[in-house]
C-alpha cells in the first residue's frame, strides 16, 4: 500500500502508464525480436516506473535449458544494447519473467502452458492476457489454432479477454493475407488483434496528426491550394545482411512500401478525423488506402523506378552488389529501391504529385517527409528567385521539424534570401527519445489500437501493392542498377526532374 502510495506521488502526469496487472506470453522468447526490441523496451518501461506492481512475463522457446541461462542471456543482450543497466531495475524485472520450454509442434507443451497459466491466474489474478507472436509468420496462425484447441485464451477468465499480437508480414499479397486474417478471426474478435507496424511508434510518427491539427498556420493550408508536393523517403543505408531469403521473396515493396510508406502517407493525406479514437482514424486511413487501391495505374510506367544496388568500393573497401549477399540468386531481379509518383483524386489532393522512395544501401540513412508549397508569392516580389517554403518532418535519425521561410537579408537592397526555423527533439539535453516497442508495448496493454493497422488497412494496402507488382510485370519495368552507398538510380532523380522538382534528401 505504501508503496503504491509513493509511486502514485511521483507519476509523470503526462505519461502513460499501465495499470493492471497482466500475463505477458512471448512467443519466439529465444529470438532476435525479444532480444533486441521486447525485453529492451520491457527494460526502459520498468525504469520509467509504467508497469504495474504485479505481472508475468512468461518467454517460450527451446534454445536453453533453464531460467538462468535465459535470463543470462537477456541480461548480456540488454548489456550490449545500453551503456549502463541499473541492477536494481534489471532485478526488479527479471522476477517477473519466467522461461518455458516449449515447442511448437510438441501438444504436451501447450497442455503444460495451459496448467502453468492456470496456476498464474489462480494466485494473481491477471486482468488480461496479452499473446505476442514474436516468430516466423508461417506459424501465426497455427500457434493461434493450438491457443484456441488447448483452451489458452480463457485460463483464468470468465470471458475470454485475451489479445493477440503479430509483427509485419500480414502475408506476402492480398489472397495470402485474407488466408491468415480467416484463421485468426475464427479464434480472436478484430478488438482483440494488434498488428504492430513498429513505424507507427515512432515519435515524429505520432507528432504528424499534432502537427497538422493544432497549428492553424498549417491546417489552413493542408490542401491543394497551397501545397505543391509532398515527397515521403524512407532511405536505408544497410544492405539486407542475414535477411536475404525473406528479402529476395520481399523487395522494397513488401518490406517497406506495403506497410511504413503507405501508414506514413495516410497520415499525412487522410481528412481530418472528427474525434481521436482508434476507430475514427482507422476509418479515415482506410479511405485513403482505398482510392489507392482504385487507381487504374494504367501509365504507371512513367512513373514507377525500380532499382538492386550493385557493388562499390567505399574508402578502399569494397560494398558487395545484393546478388552477392547470402542467400540471394546470382540473377535476382528483385527490386532494393523503389521510387513511385502517385496522385489521389480527391477534393483536398486533386492534382498535387506525391513522390514515395525507399532503397537500401542509399547513401545515408534517413526518414522523412517533406511537404512543399506552392510559390504563392505577392506581385511585388515575382521579379526575384524566391524558395518556396518547405516544412521537413524528421522521422530518424534526426527527430524533429523544420521549416523554411523567407525573410530580407540583413543590409541588402531587399534581397529575398531562405531561412530555416528548426526544432530538434532528439538534440533536447538529456531527451531520450522512448523506443517505438515501448509505446506500442504500453498501448497494447492499455488496450489503445490507435497505433495499430487493422484489417481493413491492411486489406487494401494489399490491393493496392499487389496492382503495382501486377502492373510491373506487365509491362516488363525495366530494374536499373546503381552502386551501394549512392543515391539510388539515376533514373529516380529524372522522375522528379521531368516535373521541375528535386528529391529533397
Known amino acids: 500500500m505504501e508503496k503504491n502510495l509513493i509511486n502514485n506521488l511521483v507519476k509523470d502526469k503526462d505519461q502513460k502508464y499501465i495499470e493492471n496487472n497482466f500475463q505477458f506470453i512471448l512467443f519466439g522468447g529465444t529470438g532476435d525480436l525479444a532480444h533486441n526490441k521486447i525485453i529492451p523496451a520491457f527494460y526502459n518501461l520498468a525504469a520509467k516506473n509504467i508497469l504495474p506492481p504485479n505481472y508475468n512475463l512468461i518467454a517460450t522457446g527451446r534454445r536453453y535449458e533453464n531460467q538462468a541461462e535465459y535470463l543470462q542471456a537477456l541480461y548480456n543482450s540488454l548489456k550490449a544494447k545500453k551503456e549502463t543497466i541499473d541492477d536494481k531495475i534489471w532485478q526488479s524485472l527479471s522476477d517477473k519473467i519466467e522461461y518455458f520450454n516449449l515447442s511448437f509442434t510438441n501438444d504436451d507443451d501447450f497442455i503444460k502452458l495451459k496448467k502453468f497459466l492456470e ?29 484456441e484447441k488447448f483452451n489458452l485464451l480463457d485460463v483464468g477468465f470468465s470471458k475470454n479477454k485475451s489479445r493477440l499480437v503479430i509483427e509485419k508480414p500480414f502475408g506476402h499479397d492480398l489472397e495470402s493475407a485474407q488466408e491468415l486474417n480467416k484463421n485468426l478471426t475464427e479464434i480472436f474478435s478484430e478488438k482483440n488483434i494488434f498488428r504492430i507496424d513498429h513505424y507507427l511508434g515512432k515519435e515524429m510518427i505520432q507528432d504528424i496528426m499534432v502537427i497538422r491539427l493544432t497549428n492553424p498556420i498549417f491546417r489552413a493550408i493542408w490542401n491543394k491550394n497551397q501545397i505543391d508536393n509532398i515527397q515521403i523517403y524512407l532511405n536505408e543505408s544497410e544492405g539486407v545482411k542475414d535477411r536475404g531469403k525473406y528479402y529476395d521473396d520481399a523487395g522494397v515493396i513488401k518490406d517497406m512500401f506495403q506497410n511504413h510508406m503507405l501508414q506514413v502517407l495516410s497520415l499525412i493525406t487522410m481528412e481530418e478525423p472528427s474525434e481521436l479514437t482508434a476507430a475514427e482514424i482507422s476509418q479515415k486511413k482506410v479511405a485513403v488506402f482505398k482510392e489507392l487501391a482504385d487507381n487504374d495505374l494504367s501509365n504507371i510506367d512513367e512513373h514507377i523506378v525500380r532499382g538492386q544496388y550493385d557493388s562499390n568500393i567505399i574508402n578502399e573497401q569494397e560494398i558487395k552488389s545484393y546478388r552477392d549477399e547470402d542467400e540471394i540468386p546470382a540473377d535476382s531481379e528483385t527490386a532494393t529501391f523503389l521510387a513511385l509518383k502517385l496522385f ?83 538534440c533536447q539535453q538529456f531527451f531520450n527519445s522512448p523506443e517505438n516497442y515501448e509505446v506500442l508495448i504500453t498501448d497494447m496493454l492499455n488496450g489503445d ?57
Open 344 to 426: 489521389l483524386n480527391n477534393q483536398r489532393w486533386q492534382g498535387v504529385p506525391i513522390y514515395l522512395k525507399s532503397g537500401k544501401r542509399l547513401k545515408e540513412k534517413e526518414a522523412t517527409i517533406a511537404i512543399e508549397f506552392k510559390s504563392n508569392f505577392h506581385n511585388a516580389y515575382q521579379n526575384q528567385q524566391i524558395e518556396n517554403n518547405l516544412l521537413l518532418i524528421k522521422i530518424q535519425p534526426d527527430e524533429g521539424v523544420s521549416l523554411r521561410f523567407n525573410t530580407r537579408k540583413p543590409a541588402s537592397n531587399n534581397k529575398i534570401i531562405p531561412v530555416n526555423m528548426e526544432f530538434c527533439q532528439s
Open 449 to 505: 489500437k490507435t497505433l495499430f493497422t487493422s484489417w481493413e488497412e491492411v486489406s487494401y494496402s494489399w490491393k493496392f501493392i499487389d496492382k503495382i507488382q501486377q502492373k510491373t510485370t506487365e509491362k516488363s519495368i525495366k530494374l536499373h542498377q546503381y552502386p551501394a552507398l549512392s543515391n539510388g538510380p539515376e533514373a529516380a532523380q529524372q522522375l522528379l526532374a521531368a516535373d521541375g522538382r528535386k528529391w529533397w534528401d
Open 119 to 147: 496456476d498464474k491466474s489462480a494466485a494473481e489474478k491477471p486482468s488480461n492476457r496479452i499473446f505476442y507472436l514474436a516468430t516466423a509468420p508461417g506459424f501465426f496462425a497455427s500457434l493461434a489454432q493450438k491457443l
